[in-house]
């Protein structure tokens, strides 16, 4: 599966976050930037690690004008423990079906331990103001990620 192609629209969602409301992708055209990073598992180690950073660097993303949406396969009340467990302060969308993690080439071939299996690939998504994909981190750190998105966004949007 392939990622999206960096320039042009990025691919259109609406999921439910962890309050059972929708969020679009249109919600956030010519207001926000948008960092959309789609983690394996709530609760779970790494996930945690990279939401908390993200939690903790809130302040950061908004003086960049930047929204964070995290997706995982969840369902919403795993996402809305998860959410009062960490004390985390942005949304995260449920995509228990995983097509916008198919849309968005981040659903596939996984290893762990000798075993194969189809799940989430980690991966994050910048999508400028227009609506448009401007970078993929498909490497993506959990206790560096936080840091490597506002570079990124600092070095390459206004």
């Not at 409301?21 to 990073?37: A, I, P, W």
């Amino acid at each position: 599966m392939a990622f999206p192609k960096i320039g042009n629209l990025a691919p259109a969602f609406t999921l439910t976050n962890q309050n059972g409301e929708k969020v679009s992708l249109k919600d956030f055209r010519g207001k926000n930037h948008l960092v959309l990073y789609f983690y394996p598992k709530a609760l779970t180690p790494g996930c945690t690690t990279q939401a908390c950073s993200i939690r903790d660097s809130a302040e950061a993303f908004k003086k960049r004008g930047t929204v964070v949406l995290g997706v995982s396969p969840d369902g919403v009340g795993k996402l809305q423990r998860f959410i009062e467990k960490q004390g985390l302060n942005f949304d995260l969308l449920s995509d228990e079906e995983h097509k916008i993690a198919q849309k968005y080439g981040c659903w596939g071939l996984k290893k762990f331990m000798g075993r194969e299996y189809l799940g989430l690939i980690r991966t994050t998504f910048i999508i400028d103001r227009s609506g448009r994909l401007r970078h993929v981190i498909d490497k993506v750190k959990t206790k560096t990620h936080h840091t490597d998105v506002l570079n990124w966004i600092d070095e390459n949007l206004d």
